[in-house]
């Protein structure tokens, strides 16, 4: 499955994540030391907090590197998804359906999507890895995930309102 990794912090941080693991089902996030993590992988990465209720789960942004806001300038750290991530052409349903599949089955995805994006000729295109962190070993409490955005160039002003149109190109389970 690593050979769909083409990102060197994809790759990277999957690979971290691999070796945290060691024989149980995924990782807890006390074995996540950050300082662990390559250097040049931190940016791409984003922690997230899984809050059960009633069965379902939601994903509150615990720790966001600076490609995810740096460009939109909203720091989303702290806050829900669904307070952050716009509804626009289906964009928080996918994103969140993403997580939910990793939280539910405790599995680790690999997903590749394309943009389309207003005022631009040329889609952008996001590949994401979304690893499961458990505390008890069972349960779902923590998202890792790293995602690489390719893209001409962006207005000055992009923020992920400016969606118009979404399409999943691949969803593979890894391991």
């Known amino acids: 499955m690593l050979d769909i990794l083409l990102d060197q912090p994809l790759d990277g941080l999957y690979r971290h994540w691999l070796g945290k693991k060691g ?4 990782p807890r996030r006390a074995d996540i030391d950050p300082v662990e993590i390559p250097g040049e992988v931190w940016p791409y990465t984003m922690l997230l ?25 909203r720091e989303p750290t702290g ?18 359906d993403i997580y939910e599949e990793t939280a539910r089955h405790c599995r680790p995805l690999f997903t590749e999507n394309s943009f389309d994006l207003e005022g631009q000729h040329a889609p952008m295109l996001t590949r994401r890895i979304t690893l499961p962190l458990s505390s008890d070993g069972e349960t779902v409490n923590m998202v890792l995930s790293g ?6 160039r962006l207005p000055r002003d992009f923020a992920f309102t400016l969606i118009s149109g979404l399409k999943e190109l691949r969803r593979v389970v890894l391991e």
């Not at 024989?23 to 995924?26: D, E, I, K, L, Q």
Request: hydrophobic share 35%; aromatic share 16%; charged share 30%.
């Open 23 to 26: 024989g149980r089902p995924m």
């Open 49 to 73: 907090d899984v809050l059960w209720s009633d069965g379902a789960p939601r994903f509150r942004y615990r720790r966001v590197g600076d490609v995810f806001w740096r460009t939109g300038g």
């Open 79 to 96: 806050k829900f998804i669904d307070e952050v991530l716009p509804e626009r052409a289906g964009y928080r349903r996918y994103v969140v």
């Open 147 to 152: 995602h690489v955005f390719e893209h001409g």
